[in-house]
């Protein structure tokens, strides 16, 4: 009878535990904000001002530390976007590897690398979910030579 009991605590810790993974909205926000922060970078990167637009929350903020200059280059989400828009910004093939993901609610922070060849830029994403969409409300990076 004990060893019964014992087998159907263990079933249903299984159960729980292979419902609560199948059904995790984690899993589900950890790929729309990585699929955010991409869009974000390749919007950039093809010049695609509007797609840029709604990658972004209003007033958002993105500072770029450049350890190659030494100097440190701080935009408004409206400046990037009028800079894609002239050409100025973006052009590039680069690679966007989310390293880590960390949720709160309907904030997030996300830990990303963007390389090509010759440059890496290392920094950290925060996020917003406005209206059920993961929206960039700011980017502070280094960048530096891809060594």
């Known amino acids: 009878m004990k060893t019964v009991k014992i087998l159907t605590l263990v079933l249903f810790l299984i159960l729980?535990?292979?419902?609560?993974?199948?059904?995790?909205?984690y899993k589900e926000d950890k790929s729309d904000i990585e699929?955010?922060?991409?869009?974000?970078?390749?919007s950039i990167d093809n010049r695609k001002a509007?797609?840029?637009?709604k990658t972004l929350l209003s007033n958002?903020?993105?500072i770029i530390v450049n350890?190659?200059?030494?100097?440190?280059?701080?935009?408004?989400?409206?400046?990037?976007?009028d800079l894609v828009k002239n050409g100025q910004q973006g052009g590039w093939t680069r690679n966007v590897t989310v390293n880590s993901v960390d949720t709160d609610g309907n904030t997030a922070m996300a830990k990303v690398d963007i390389t090509d060849s010759r440059?890496?830029?290392?920094?950290?994403?925060?996020?917003?979910k406005d209206n059920g969409v993961w929206k960039v409300a700011s980017e502070v990076a280094t960048l530096g030579l891809n060594k």
């Not at 699929?35 to 390749?42: D, G, I, L, S, W």
């Not at 509007?50 to 637009?53: G, T």
């Not at 440059?119 to 917003?128: D, N, R």
Request: charged share 10%.
């Open 16 to 25: 729980s535990f292979s419902t609560f993974a199948a059904n995790n909205p």
């Open 119 to 128: 440059l890496k830029q290392s920094g950290f994403f925060t996020l917003v």
């Open 67 to 81: 350890s190659i200059t030494n100097k440190i280059d701080n935009y408004t989400g409206q400046q990037m976007i």
């Open 35 to 42: 699929q955010a922060v991409t869009t974000f970078v390749k």
């Open 50 to 53: 509007d797609d840029l637009s």
């Open 60 to 62: 958002s903020s993105i």
